[in-house]
């Protein structure tokens, strides 16, 4: 007996790993995000000493 005749669902570890890929590319997502977002405010003075 083989699957080969008939549709098998996907196995439960590759949808285990593309939920881990998901939540990798939304934390790198986030991270480049708030990296970008701090870039700006320094560039813009936001963390310079008020003289």
């Known amino acids: 007996m ?3 005749d008939g549709a098998a669902p996907a196995p439960r570890r590759a949808s285990a790993w593309m939920i ?6 939304a934390l790198l997502v986030c991270c480049c995000s708030a ?5 700006i405010a320094w560039s813009a003075g936001l963390f ?4």
Do not use: F, Q
Not at 35 to 39: I, S
Not at 48 to 51: G, I, N, S, Y
């Open 2 to 4: 083989s699957d080969e």
């Open 20 to 25: 881990l890929a998901v939540v990798a590319a």
């Open 48 to 51: 310079h000493a008020p003289t």
């Open 35 to 39: 990296a970008v977002g701090l870039v």
